[in-house]
């Protein structure tokens, strides 16, 4: 017995030649009404790197209403840092940001510094340079890969993850930690850099500049990541910053800050010869592309450091017990995701009486609800994915 | 009022950052006497303000002085930490903070404050704003029509101190869940893992008999 029939001989289906072309029509004329559907993206999903919930009200396919639900990663750290010691604190803030956790310490250890009045000697100064850059080089690096992952390629996600490794080597090569280094002090960093690193460093940069160009090659001059990226989650640019969107976020919409060139001078970055990327699109694909940007400019500063590292001793002498006269600083550095600030609020005691933590994707997010309205559910990966947050830096 | 007009003009005498002192100007002219007090805070301006001008005071920072870009909202309660059997209570783990109530830089009429920074993305300035609170009615007005980005932020300052903002579209929880009860940035609020068990790092550096803390060099 065959399958296939003609369709007139399908039982409901005898229609004359030449009626079905109107009866489609009539069916465009009707306005369906389909109902509001809410859709809870999360909290475990791929594209939100941790437990970000997203309520999204949708009409169709279309996003009208989206709500970020965070705090399932709260930890309280502004609190805790009221019960611990200011070296005790540094512990607790690699955790915020844990993929460019060396970043995270630098400013917290500079604002302590700074109430104390002492200053790192210049080779920890280099040190810190060389560690922070390389910390922005692994956070990044594993957007540039895993933006592919977003829009379905999946081979630059690997490249990322494998690329990555040879820096976090690094990472721990020097610190100990791949992921958590602890190795800020005080005054300085615990230990001078190991015996060939330095070669080493040299050719991980080499391996990341040619994952950069595999990155350009294979998503940025792809015509479908184009397709899904362009024109897609526009931020505009007095927005953004009226949002606090910052870091890469920011510089992707057009405007030209960077506190590593604009800020306060903090480490070594004004002996450096960097540039600053800017893009003016604000879409995905300019977030994209911005970081590619930086990433190559981080290998360039971490060369420049290599050429010129100070020598001489990696700690300032500093008291056993580390008491923190009274005052209050407010020290931002521009971490991998973007502004990272500490409030730091001492009583001249041995821990700090508060501190406020300004971390950068809990801004980044707080734009979700504005730039989700209006985009298609597959965009909204998209989106999320090109904003590049790390949980732990919105919950803290 | 008299001596807090002293107390801008002594600042203003010894300006080590010319910009913070041009920003702190302009801050005097707009606000007048609902500027409290102004201090260069290791090179960022500080401002303490009136109540009623909290709101129009990141509104002038916003229009006149360019700051586009909002940082961070939070408050800070100074009462010291009070434990629940005196200072010689369970947590001795914690760091010992003094136990009169001082406050840090421009001061404070009370327990409660709030304050934020502003800062210019082209300018390359900022600007901390501070402001009282009362104490049993915690409220200030919201900077959400001014910096759509205080929406988060004054929800975080609301669920942890307790301080309403009047004029934020929905204030509900951020990070804690519904039904919590208190406010856990307080500093009444006790951290009841170190009431249980108290943090056994502190140790380390708590000074060796016979050695004061003061000289405790290399």
Redo the contacts between chains.
Sequence with gaps: MTTTQPPSQLPGFEVEAGSLGSLADARLAVELDTGDMILNMGPQHPATHGTLRLVVRLDGERVIAADPV??YM?R?Y???T????Y??ITTLINRIDWLSSFANEVPFIHAAE?LMGIEAPPRAQHIRTLLTELSRIATIYLFLGEMGLQVGALTPAFWGFRDREHVLNLIEGATGGRFHPNFNRIGGVKDDLPWGWIVECRAAMKRILDGCDDFEDVLVGNEIFQARTRGVGIIPA??G??????GAN?RASG?D?DLRR???PYLSYNELDFKVWTHQDGDSFARYWVRLQETRESVRMVLQLLDGLASGPVMA???????VP?????V?TENPLG?M?Y?V?S?????P??V?I?SAS??NV??LP?LLRGLYVPDVVTVLGSLYFILGDI?R | MSDEVVAVETAEADIPDPVVGVLASRFVEALGDDLLEWEDSFGTLAIRVKPDSWAPAAAFAKSELECNYLSFISGIDWQPVTRPDGDEGSDLSAPVQPTEMTFGVTGSAGRFQVFGHVQSTSRHWGVTIKSDVDETDPRIASWVAIYPGADWHERECWEMYGIVFDGHPSLRNLYLPGGFEGHPLRKDFPLLAREVKPWPGLVDVEPMPGVADADGGE
């Design positions: 965070i705090g709260h309280g502004e609190k805790l009221e019960f611990r010691t070296p005790q700074q007095e927005l910053a009226a949002y606090g969107v910052s920011l405007v800050w604009d800020g306060k002498k500093v008291p056993r017990i580390i008491k009274a005052g209050e600083v407010w931002e502004q600030g409030y609020v009583k001249g005691a041995i821990g009486f508060r406020k300004r809990f801004s707080s734009i504005w919950d």
